[in-house]
């Protein structure tokens, strides 16, 4: 599970722990909150692991695969859940700020599966999530996001093209678009107590909906679903309020 030191990741690797998978975290060089994770994980009773890694660099990404496996034996879902997100007009947007959305959401993704396609072919078994936004299945454009957005649609076309690409060889590649989500430490319960009247449910969502999600589709239910994109959001469709003003 990359990007899972802190943040809505964090509670996706509840769901995941709970239903008896073994927990490997990833977090950057700045370790952060990554012991907070394990302390987290581990009052669930989950067994979980930290490893050290970079993910936009593929030669940390291979390494951190490689850890994976020896420490726990084998590799069968990978979440590429890293991704950093930039709110910036294109117009103030560097060099830098761009290449940082591509490869902390493109080329990570790119460099994890490519390390985890080995060892889940040896095994004629893998599941692969990686993450959207809401309107990235259609290239949906939204104002301040340009470098994110096309980062994530990217990551969603590169989703299905593997999914084509590992099917014969018992891997399945899924997207999930994440929309509407306030509070990334919500749980469902917490989230049920807000109203959000701009959400078709009229509640915002949690890591638990996102988590059960990402659940089904590491599941053995799920192995005839492969290159969808399934979009959590509630039914929210619009743009990000506080992002879609006109001058």
Partial sequence: MTGSAAGLMRGVCVSLGQRG???????????????DTLAFLRGFGIEAVAFLADVADPEQAEGLIQSV?????????????????????????????????????????YA??????TPMRSQHHGRIITFGM??????????HLSAY??????????????????????????AICIGDIRDKTADRATALERREYRNPTTRP????????AVAYLASD???????????VGGGWQGFFADYSRWP
């Fill in 149 to 174: 957005a096309a980062a994530k649609a990217a990551v969603v076309a590169f989703t299905k093209s593997i999914a084509l690409e590992e099917g014969p060889f018992g891997i399945t590649c899924n």
């Fill in 134 to 143: 809401t309107g990235s299945e259609s290239t949906q454009g939204f104002r």
């Fill in 21 to 35: 998978y073994r927990i490997a975290c990833n977090y950057r060089p700045e370790r952060g909150d990554a012991d």
């Fill in 69 to 109: 496996i020896d420490r726990l034996g084998r590799l069968d879902v990978l979440v590429c859940g890293a991704g950093p997100m930039l709110v910036r007009d294109l117009h103030a947007t560097g060099v830098a700020d761009f290449r940082a959305m591509i490869d902390g959401n493109l080329t990570s993704v």
């Fill in 112 to 117: 994890c599966t490519r390390a985890a396609l």
């Fill in 221 to 231: 239910e799920a192995s005839f679903v492969n290159g969808a994109v399934l979009t």
């Fill in 205 to 212: 969502g949690s890591w638990q909906d996102i988590g059960d």
